[in-house]
């Protein structure tokens, strides 16, 4: 089913199964895709990462993920575009940015409890029903429901992670960490660059991501540029060079070394291995 507008917007909801795999590789820009899985099984390669998905497991992507389904049975999808809701203009509805969407290199996956499933299905439901309405209302209805589904979502993805060792001032400081990230890790490097647009200071960001208890907030800096630099070499034919540069390196020679820390190869030899 699919909802459309004069204005652009656009709102899918579907049940697919086998036959219908490719959707999930293609995305239109600004495009982003909530995938809950019905079935056990389901592989994945996201940016190159192998994943498997199973019943109850529900997924969030963006039109930056480069998606190649190897094996895929069924799901519940939710496919929409910025005009019919943005979540940038619109975080303080739903509070998902930076932790379902836009979350600097890392994949949020959700594990639906008992409770969680049947949460997510009554409203699932609802939704479905209000995709067959014909009315002025309409769209209004839909971006209800599907505030609803993201708000579920995020408390669930939270109370699954260490997310919930931390206040809400602090999650707050860490889902715009995240974003900033997503969108400035070309030209911004530092952890300082990014305290200076949070107006914090770095030994509070650190100190921040510590009650986490993951990754540093320069990790995540790294990450991210590792996350592209992968992408760029499996789906582009960019040179070596021409990919440092794209990611904010001075020289292939610093770039180098950095990917081969993290690969344990470098660049040329990674490309070479995915042929």
């Not at 656009?10 to 079935?39: A, C, D, G, M, Y």
């Not at 020289?251 to 344990?264: H, I, T």
Request: glycine share 2%.
């Amino acid at each position: 089913m699919e909802f459309t507008a004069e204005s652009g917007a656009i709102l899918t909801v579907s049940n697919i199964s086998t036959q219908h795999s490719r959707f999930l590789e293609s995305s239109k820009p600004s495009e982003l895709t909530l995938l809950w899985f019905t079935s056990d099984g389901n592989k994945f390669k996201l940016d190159n990462v192998d994943f498997t998905f199973n019943k109850h497991d529900v997924v969030c992507i963006t039109d930056f993920h480069r998606v190649i389904v190897e094996e895929f049975h069924s799901a519940k999808v939710l496919r929409w575009n910025k005009q019919f809701y943005c979540l940038l203009n619109h975080d303080s509805e739903v509070g998902c940015k930076g932790v379902l969407f836009y979350g600097a290199a890392q994949l949020p996956v959700i594990h639906l409890d008992q409770t969680g499933e049947k949460a997510l299905e009554l409203v699932w439901k609802v939704l479905e029903f209000e995709m067959t309405s014909q009315d002025n209302l309409q769209e209004e209805m839909l971006q209800m429901l599907l505030k609803r589904i993201l708000i579920l979502c995020t408390r669930m993805y939270k109370s699954q992670s260490d997310w919930k060792k931390l206040d809400n001032a602090n999650v707050d400081i860490i889902r715009e960490y995240h974003y900033l990230v997503e969108h400035h890790f070309r030209e911004k490097h530092t952890v300082q660059e990014y305290a200076e647009l949070l107006q914090k200071s770095p030994k509070t960001l650190s100190n921040v991501f510590k009650k986490l208890g993951s990754k540093t907030p320069l990790q995540f800096i790294k990450d991210r540029h590792m996350l592209e630099a992968r992408r760029l070499l499996r789906y582009t034919d960019k040179t070596v060079s021409e990919i440092a540069y794209e990611i904010g390196f001075t020289d292939v020679q610093s770039f180098s070394r950095f990917f081969k820390n993290y690969e344990s190869i470098s660049p040329v030899d990674f490309r070479a291995s995915l042929v």
